[in-house]
């Protein structure tokens, strides 16, 4: 078993920089329009050669509500009549791409993701799901990993049913904070009772796995009252937990603008928030799996990690990685062999290219050697906090020291503050240096001082 993370305010105020989540290396701040359909296109077709498995990714931008902190993309309307010219784009657009794949390559791993993917009536989910079935080799056996967002303020016992009939056995609950103060403030009001009905329902129908998700750094959030937060979250006994930083950007994301700056808690209770936390989870016996992620020690992400299988891509933690994801919808973002490519982010854009019988491919990369070589080396470190020189060496054909000389200082300097063991032969990032593996990875990162570090949310 890992050891446990280790928390040193010192090292944390120190190493608590902007960057990276890397779900992708390069990421998706390099994309570039100079990749298109063409791209794509040649990358199915290795796919298809390959026989690879598939994950999809599909995208329901729509949400009745805003949510003042989201920076996720969407569209805010109460008209559900919304949904229906969408879906016969994204319906377009999985025939579109299915054609260039093999039917044989089964999809091993689906996520509908947000918005609000319960948005769409009954009716319209199933319309979706009977369009990727046809188009997808789809598994019906309940062995794939296929997994949904719930706004619990969207879905009842009926809504339940029909996605477990549908195939879904993975349930992600959008919870962020219980005090109502703190949900007044960002415009989500979410009752606990709500919140369980929907576990409950979950459990009875036997989802494979229940994921909630916390945000610290709110409006109004006290350490105390997000301390009461986690331990009711506690009590419901979710299988993962994932307790995100709260990075306040209303330059970049509109809805923030509509939080009072002056509510939000200083950096010290942030900390403090967070070392509660861990310190309450620890004491439950969730494990920390990194980047914010935590996992009962049978979750299939512990048991990875135990491993050293566990991989990181767009869809976050998976035990998928080995998968193409296929990214469907409006901004999805597809990661295809050694192509990252996105869909247009805006909603009529999106629709009036696939209208035209387009692909809305408008952006992405194609990654060289050297990316290769720095994806390999952050995912390991991303995921297994080690890296062994050797394997890197082996599959990338150099010196790992006389490829990476230049960094040996800031490595170097990281040992010296207790982040990380460097040998001779490995990486080891210690239990004082797991909470900012982030600023180990970054290290790695060859496009980052070219980059705005203000993109970025900060590390803790």
């Known amino acids: ?6 928390w040193d305010t010192d090292l944390i105020r120190r190493y608590d920089l902007a960057g990276p989540r890397y779900t992708s290396y390069p990421t998706a701040v390099q994309f570039n329009s100079q990749v298109g359909t063409f791209d794509l296109f040649h990358a199915l077709r290795d796919s298809r050669k390959a026989l690879r498995p598939l994950s999809l990714y599909v995208h329901v931008p729509f949400c009745a509500n805003i949510c003042y902190y989201c920076a996720c993309n969407k569209v ?11 879906l016969q784009r994204l319906e377009q657009e999985i025939q579109l791409i299915a054609c260039h794949l093999e039917p044989t390559q089964k999809v091993e791993q689906l996520h509908f993701g947000g918005g609000t993917p319960t948005f769409l009536s009954h009716d319209e989910l199933r319309q979706l799901m009977a369009h990727l079935r046809k188009h997808f080799n789809l598994l019906d056996d309940d062995s794939g990993d296929y997994g949904i967002e719930i706004d619990p303020r969207e879905a009842d016992w009926s809504t339940m049913g029909l996605l477990r009939e549908l195939g879904f056995n993975r349930v992600s609950i959008g919870l962020q904070d219980l005090d109502p103060a703190v949900q007044r403030a960002v ?24 994921n909630i998700d916390l945000i610290y750094g709110l409006p109004k959030q006290t350490p105390e009252n997000f301390a009461r937060t986690v331990e009711e979250v506690i009590s419901l006994q979710p299988d993962r937990l994932s307790v995100f930083n709260y990075a306040h ?68 933690y998976t035990t998928h ?49 050297d990316d290769r070589l720095r994806r390999a080396v952050i995912q390991q470190l991303i995921c297994n906090f080690s890296l062994e020189f050797a394997e890197i060496e ?66 803790i």
């Not at 009001?189 to 036997?206: F, G």
């Not at 990661?335 to 490519?341: A, K, V």
């Open 1 to 6: 078993m890992l050891d446990a993370i280790r």
């Open 76 to 86: 805010i309307t109460k008209d559900r009549g919304r949904a229906q010219p969408y």
């Open 187 to 210: 415009n989500r009001l979410q009752s606990l009772e709500e919140t369980r009905a929907v576990i409950d329902a979950a459990r009875t129908l036997q989802f494979r796995s229940i």
């Open 249 to 316: 950007l209303p330059e970049r994301f509109m809805p923030q603008r509509r939080i009072n700056s002056h509510e939000l808690p200083s950096p010290a209770q942030k900390l403090e928030m967070l070392q509660r936390t861990i310190e309450q989870l620890t004491a439950a016996g969730y494990r920390y799996i990194g980047m914010d992620h935590f996992a009962l020690p049978d979750d299939e992400l512990a048991i990875a990690q135990e491993e050293q299988t566990l991989q990181r891509n767009f869809q976050g």
């Open 321 to 369: 990685g080995h998968c193409d994801l296929i990214g469907l919808g409006v901004s999805a973002i597809s990661q295809i062999g050694d192509l990252y490519c996105q869909n247009n982010s805006d909603l009529n854009q999106y629709q009036t290219t696939l209208a035209a019988a387009q692909l809305a491919t408008s952006r992405g990369l194609v990654c060289n050697a």
């Open 394 to 459: 082996q599959a990338f054909n150099i010196d790992f020291q006389g490829y990476f000389g230049a960094l040996w200082p800031q490595l170097q300097g990281m040992a010296n503050d207790g982040l990380i063991n460097l040998e001779r032969e490995r990486i080891e990032v210690l239990p004082a240096g797991r909470l900012l593996v982030r600023s180990v990875c970054m290290v790695f990162d060859a496009y980052l001082e070219q980059q705005n570090r203000q993109r970025f949310s900060r590390v």
